[in-house]
């Protein structure tokens, strides 16, 4: 199949920066992942850690792990306590390790700039059919394969090849696979396990022993279905990567992979690019005229509908209806692409009718199960408030994809100049106490400069508490907009200072 027919398809952007993924589904972008060349994910390592601190209160540890920030341990949350190698190879339900004991970890969540990595001591090893549970004794089935026969059929498959003290997970994948492909990748990641053993083994001391991969090797796991038609990357070297990849652990797939050389833009020639530019917008639009907001806070992210421009029919009832029921595909939808994980509480449009409620909810639950991340949806409260838990996996596209900005230092907002220019007043009356302190010099970017300069009600303001002192602006364009510092003149006055009083 040529990549001209392709509605089915993994697609790999290669730059000099970053390496970003498409999952391309019926002709359109459902799911985008995009790493740093110089980063990797580092959610679901492995490591020998070491305990630094314990919270008896909490059930919880903090454990070095090699990283800038050390790792949270939450004892409570694991299903069997297995993972501090020692005495009996176990730990009760309370915390026995002390400190300065070492414990194989496995990364669950990233850290931020506030809080290190989140851990737990149940480790496992996903693959493309199943996951491997490293050190617990249970094998299950994955919630969508809902078949009793096929569920009972996996289970007694992956017990009869499980190693004692060990476990695995059936994915949904194991729908379209063999009893042979099954047990083959099973075999495989057992042999991985006992590579982590060995790791953990030879590691003096703190160390990484299993690593997650790169993008590449996440996509080809995680990804690669029998409905994906083939997969095209846009770099030579990243394209024969890819293949020695499927090869080796998706013998499989019976698509191809393509280099893609053409000259328009490979985000272009497949029509995703006006996609990717809505991403980065908090508004996504609705087919009718309605749309979406999406807003990330630190504690959850909100999604509100909103009817827009769509008139719909003389009968509100039946206009909110229809716009909630097509914001539920693109909610979906987004929620997918931009990989939000944690909380979310969405604002559908008041309905009165209880059976135009239940049936937006249905059509949520509906679209979010072709979701590989773990989501549950909540039934709707009488505010129209509907809450969703999607299980955080990596990183979300905005945290890869943006950066702090440096003028309004990351809060979306900037601080109106009368109101720093009370900031500013309030500094020079902290100088001032100083009754030594004569002269006392402005440091600020040049717009904020210009506002203390030109602004006759603040000069007035500032001459009539200090008439006796000099005061004076610098204006620094290395400085963020709005920003500013405030020092004494004692020193000496720059020659490209203005004087205020």
């Given at each position: 199949?040529?990549?001209?027919?392709?509605?089915?398809?993994?697609?790999?952007?290669?730059?000099?920066?970053?390496?970003?993924?498409?999952?391309?589904?019926?002709?359109?972008?459902?799911?985008?992942?995009?790493?740093?060349?110089?980063?990797?994910?580092?959610?679901?390592?492995?490591?020998?850690?070491?305990?630094?601190?314990?919270?008896?209160?909490?059930?919880?540890?903090?454990?070095?792990?090699?990283?800038?920030?050390?790792?949270?341990?939450?004892?409570?949350?694991?299903?069997?306590?297995?993972?501090?190698?020692?005495?009996?190879?176990?730990?009760?339900?309370?915390?026995?390790?002390?400190?300065?004991?070492?414990?194989m970890v496995q990364e669950v969540k990233e850290g931020t700039e506030l809080k290190g990595p989140k851990l737990t001591s149940n480790i496992s090893i996903p693959g493309h059919y199943v996951i491997y549970l490293y050190n617990l004794p249970f094998v299950g089935v994955s919630n969508k394969i809902t078949?009793?026969?096929?569920?009972?059929?996996?289970?007694?498959?992956?017990?009869?090849?499980?190693?004692?003290?060990?476990?695995?997970?059936?994915?949904?994948?194991?729908?379209?696979?063999?009893?042979?492909?099954?047990?083959?990748?099973?075999?495989?990641?057992?042999?991985?396990?006992?590579?982590?053993?060995?790791?953990?083994?030879?590691?003096?001391?703190?160390?990484?022993i299993y690593g997650e991969g790169n993008i590449l090797y996440r996509t080809i796991r995680d990804m690669l279905s029998d409905g994906i038609e083939g997969i095209v990357c846009n770099d030579v070297k990243v394209t024969e990567d890819l293949r020695n990849m499927v090869e080796t652990f998706c013998p499989?797939?019976?698509?191809?992979?393509?280099?893609?050389?053409?000259?328009?833009?490979?985000?272009?020639?497949?029509?995703?690019?006006?996609?990717?530019?809505?991403?980065?917008?908090?508004?996504?639009?609705?087919?009718?005229?309605?749309?979406?907001?999406?807003?990330?806070?630190?504690?959850?992210?909100?999604?509100?509908?909103?009817?827009?421009?769509?008139?719909?029919?003389?009968?509100?009832?039946?206009?909110?209806?229809?716009?909630?029921?097509?914001?539920?595909?693109?909610?979906?939808?987004?929620?997918?692409?931009?990989?939000?994980?944690?909380?979310?509480?969405?604002?559908?449009?008041?309905?009165?009718?209880?059976?135009?409620?239940?049936?937006?909810?249905?059509?949520?639950?509906?679209?979010?199960?072709?979701?590989?991340?773990?989501?549950?949806?909540?039934?709707?409260?009488?505010?129209?408030?509907?809450?969703?838990?999607?299980?955080?996996?990596?990183?979300?596209?905005?945290?890869?994809?943006?950066?702090?900005?440096?003028?309004c230092g990351g809060t979306g907002v900037l601080l109106a100049d009368a109101y720093v220019a009370r900031g500013i007043k309030y500094r020079l009356k902290r100088l001032f106490m100083n009754h030594n302190v004569s002269i006392a010099l402005i440091y600020a970017h040049p717009d904020l400069a210009h506002?203390?300069?030109?602004?006759?009600?603040?000069?007035?303001?500032?001459?009539?508490?200090?008439?006796?002192?000099?005061?004076?602006?610098?204006?620094?364009?290395?400085?963020?907009?709005?920003?500013?510092?405030?020092?004494?003149?004692?020193?000496?006055?720059?020659?490209?200072?203005?004087?205020?009083?």
């Amino acid at each position: 199949m040529s990549i001209d027919e392709m509605k089915n398809l993994i697609l790999v952007d290669r730059e000099d920066a970053y390496i970003t993924v498409g999952l391309i589904e019926n002709g359109r972008l459902s799911e985008l992942y995009s790493e740093a060349l110089s980063e990797r994910q580092s959610t679901g390592n492995i490591y020998k850690g070491k305990v630094t601190d314990i919270i008896e209160g909490l059930q919880s540890a903090f454990v070095d792990i090699g990283t800038d920030r050390t790792g949270f341990w939450y004892i409570d949350e694991t299903l069997d306590h297995r993972s501090v190698l020692g005495a009996g190879n176990a730990l009760p339900h309370k915390i026995s390790a002390k400190k300065g004991d070492y414990v194989m970890v496995q990364e669950v969540k990233e850290g931020t700039e506030l809080k290190g990595p989140k851990l737990t001591s149940n480790i496992s090893i996903p693959g493309h059919y199943v996951i491997y549970l490293y050190n617990l004794p249970f094998v299950g089935v994955s919630n969508k394969i809902t078949g009793v026969a096929m569920r009972e059929k996996l289970v007694s498959l992956l017990k009869g090849v499980a190693p004692e003290g060990r476990g695995f997970i059936a994915r949904t994948n194991c729908l379209t696979a063999t009893d042979e492909e099954i047990l083959q990748e099973a075999r495989f990641l057992i042999k991985a396990g006992e590579g982590i053993q060995r790791k953990w083994e030879e590691a003096e001391d703190v160390a990484l022993i299993y690593g997650e991969g790169n993008i590449l090797y996440r996509t080809i796991r995680d990804m690669l279905s029998d409905g994906i038609e083939g997969i095209v990357c846009n770099d030579v070297k990243v394209t024969e990567d890819l293949r020695n990849m499927v090869e080796t652990f998706c013998p499989y797939f019976k698509g191809d992979v393509t280099y893609y050389d053409g000259e328009e833009d490979i985000y272009d020639y497949f029509g995703i690019g006006s996609d990717l530019i809505s991403l980065f917008s908090p508004k996504a639009k609705l087919p009718s005229g309605g749309f979406v907001v999406i807003e990330k806070t630190e504690a959850l992210t909100a999604i509100d509908v909103n009817t827009g421009s769509y008139l719909g029919t003389d009968n509100r009832e039946d206009t909110v209806y229809r716009t909630n029921l097509e914001a539920v595909k693109e909610i979906a939808r987004q929620i997918r692409l931009r990989n939000i994980g944690g909380i979310i509480v969405v604002d559908f449009i008041d309905m009165s009718d209880e059976e135009h409620r239940i049936s937006v909810v249905e059509a949520l639950k509906n679209e979010l199960y072709f979701d590989r991340v773990k989501t549950r949806v909540l039934d709707m409260s009488s505010l129209g408030l509907v809450e969703i838990t999607r299980k955080k996996v990596g990183r979300e596209l905005v945290s890869v994809s943006q950066g702090k900005c440096p003028f309004c230092g990351g809060t979306g907002v900037l601080l109106a100049d009368a109101y720093v220019a009370r900031g500013i007043k309030y500094r020079l009356k902290r100088l001032f106490m100083n009754h030594n302190v004569s002269i006392a010099l402005i440091y600020a970017h040049p717009d904020l400069a210009h506002h203390l300069i030109e602004h006759n009600d603040f000069v007035k303001e500032v001459e009539g508490v200090w008439s006796h002192k000099r005061i004076y602006v610098v204006a620094d364009e290395n400085m963020n907009y709005g920003s500013y510092r405030v020092y004494s003149g004692m020193g000496g006055v720059p020659a490209h200072s203005e004087l205020l009083v």
